[in-house]
């Protein structure tokens, strides 16, 4: 159906183990979940395309479910970008979409006929999912983010290309856990680069409602004739963090209940550097994490503090995790 001629073989990922077939066999497990009037999308949760030929294929599991993993961590950051319009709708036409802040990553959705399908979903060397059997208690059990909501009944194939080459490769010569499979240095990089951005910025402020320091004055009912002086202490004290926006400072609300500051903010701010920025803070307070399933750490402000903030002493001190 597609043509494969160049590749040598495929890793293809089962609730029974994996299998290796020729990549032709492969792709046809892939494109199945997006095929018209197909009653069932097979079984298969991904599969590993190489692209050289292996002389002797080895079957090894751990080398091949790291992969997947690792991929599905680098999709899932993408899908993440992915315009609210798509997928809305029941029964979307199919299409393809490439996040353009994710190098070679490509997502395929809906459902198309054969024609299409050998048309746009050629083999490349990497790692397809198939996310038709990835539901929610599977991802929970191997502690990956789930899902976006609107994509979850949607029919999705996300591939990550050049996964795996040797040097996108996983090592498995020291154990692990499946949180550190994108390791914290990596993370911290892909961080710096997105809080550093206008871009970023602008869409936490329309996000995000910020007071300015004589809002905080005013909820905090205080009557300091110096209305910016309750939000300068505190900020001083280490209790809130603020922004610098637009020649103003703003401080976000999340870090207020009943116009004080919550503790735990005031905790995570000392686990931070002293160099660090408010923006840094407002970004790690607002990122979905995938060692909370994709939530955000501010969803955990007043029901699990003590989580917030071992999540901030990871992600301050990534090397502490090592």
């Keep these: 159906m597609l043509n494969s001629t160049a590749f040598g073989s495929a890793t293809v990922l089962e609730p029974e183990g994996i299998q290796t077939l020729d990549v032709g066999s492969a792709m046809k497990q892939v494109v199945a979940p997006l095929l018209k009037n197909r009653a069932s999308s097979g079984s298969a949760y991904g599969v590993l395309v190489y692209g050289q030929p292996l002389a002797e294929p080895q079957q090894n599991v751990l080398v091949a479910v790291q992969t997947f993993l690792r991929a599905y961590r680098v999709a899932w950051k993408a899908l993440e970008q992915i315009p609210d319009f798509i997928g809305r709708a029941n029964g979307v036409n199919f299409e393809l979409f490439e996040a353009k802040r994710f190098e070679h990553v490509r997502f395929f959705f809906g459902r198309a006929t054969e024609k299409d399908l050998k048309e746009r979903v050629q083999a490349f060397p990497g790692v397809y999912i198939m996310t ?13 983010p789930q899902l976006p909501p609107r994509f979850r009944d949607l029919p999705l194939v996300m591939l990550v290309e050049n996964a795996t080459e040797p040097a996108a490769s996983v090592s498995v010569s020291a154990p692990a856990r499946i949180e550190e499979l994108v390791t914290p240095q990596e993370e911290k990089v892909e961080n710096a680069i997105a809080r550093d951005t206008l871009e970023w910025r602008q869409e936490f402020m329309r996000n995000y409602p910020s007071w300015t320091s004589a809002e905080v004055a005013t909820q905090s009912t205080s009557t300091a004739r110096n209305r910016a002086a309750i939000a300068s202490r505190w900020q001083r004290e280490n209790r809130i963090f603020g922004l610098r926006y637009q020649a103003q400072q703003y401080f976000p609300q999340f870090q207020f209940q009943d116009g004080m500051p919550v503790p735990i903010v005031g905790e ?3 686990t931070f550097p002293e160099h660090a920025t408010g923006w840094e ?8 994490n995938a060692n909370i399933g994709g939530r955000k750490p501010l969803e955990l402000i007043k029901t699990n503090p003590d989580r917030v903030l071992s999540l901030a002493q990871a992600f301050a001190h990534p090397a502490d995790v090592f």
């Excluded at 038709?132 to 990956?144: D, E, F, V």
């Design 281 to 288: 803070l407002a970004f790690f307070f607002t990122t979905p």
């Design 268 to 270: 995570v701010i000392k």
């Design 132 to 144: 038709a059997h990835l539901g929610p208690t599977l991802l929970k059990s191997l502690n990956l």
